[in-house]
């Protein structure tokens, strides 16, 4: 995935990486971030008592970007308001996906979008040298409730040492 392609950024990284305070990855790992209206509207609507939502939705809306239309080969799929947006963003004008929903990756994967989830954004940041450890982020991803398998866990921390 080439370097300076900009991310479309869907609800649930956003959400995970506000949770554990670490949305600055993002910005040190690309600077050209968009997130479609959509997904700030779901962020919204799920919005709960925790006390990041506010900071989180903050962020989103500095880089709030006006929905698309929705890509047929996309549509096929009939996935979230927020996956769809990301990812016909993401066709559209040839972005990174950063996307966590399993059928969302399928969908990316199957139009050759390139992608990048919360893990892999961790992984990525360990490997440039922004942050000492990757296993310390991801227990706290999986503290705030992701659902990751622990063997998908553990080969990904092994690839950075870990």
Known sequence: M?????WVVNASPLIVLGKIGRLDLL?????SIAVPHSVIVEITAGADEDPTTDSTLAWAKARDVADVPLSPSVAHWDLGAGESQVLSRSLAHNCVAVLDDGEARACAQSLGIPLIGTLGIILRSRNRGLIPAARPLVERVLAVGSRLSPGLVEAALRQVGE
């Open 27 to 31: 910005e040190m790992l690309r600077a």
């Open 2 to 6: 080439a370097n300076s392609k900009p």
